[in-house]
């Protein structure tokens, strides 16, 4: 069992419920469970281990956009402005952009969730890839329909 990210595409009136405590997380669904790609994603995303507050530092915001701890999850929130640029910012991302940004040597070093000594670069890649096109499209379906997009892990 390991700390797995989670999605939770919402509205308004749904965030303020989660906020005031009359809704549990985890009885709201459907949700894009990101298993424990979630930091080393972040991490390629950002450049690094700090978000930025850019589009890309909303795709999986560990370090912005936090909300507080509501069933038993610390939840980030990103409003529908930010879900839209969000999206934009994702959809021009390739498999190849993406290849560029990843150091798995860098990413061992820094100890990057949830990298282990005996993982191998090339298939760590392609379970992080299939994670960050499942969290494009997530992007682009919650930009769509103007949601709010949470994030947790559990």
């Known amino acids: 069992m390991g700390m797995i990210g989670n999605y939770l595409a919402v509205n308004a009136e749904l965030l303020q419920a989660i906020r005031n405590e009359e809704v549990s997380l985890h009885g709201i669904g459907p949700k894009l469970d990101i298993d424990k790609s979630w930091q080393a994603l972040h991490y390629i995303l950002n450049g690094g281990q700090e978000g930025d507050g850019s589009p890309l530092g909303a795709a999986v915001p560990l370090t912005s956009h936090y909300i507080g701890h509501y069933s038993d999850a610390e939840v980030f929130a990103v409003e529908p402005e930010q879900v839209k640029e969000t999206a934009a910012a994702l959809e021009g991302i390739e ?6 940004q990843y150091s798995f040597r860098q990413m061992m070093e ?3 969730y949830p990298l282990v000594e005996d993982d191998e670069a090339e298939e760590f890649f392609d379970y992080i890839y299939t994670y960050f096109t499942a969290i494009q499209e997530f992007y682009r379906t919650a930009s769509a329909s103007q949601s709010c997009v949470l994030f947790y892990i559990s």
């Open 110 to 112: 820094e100890g990057i």
């Open 95 to 100: 498999e190849a952009w993406l290849r560029e």
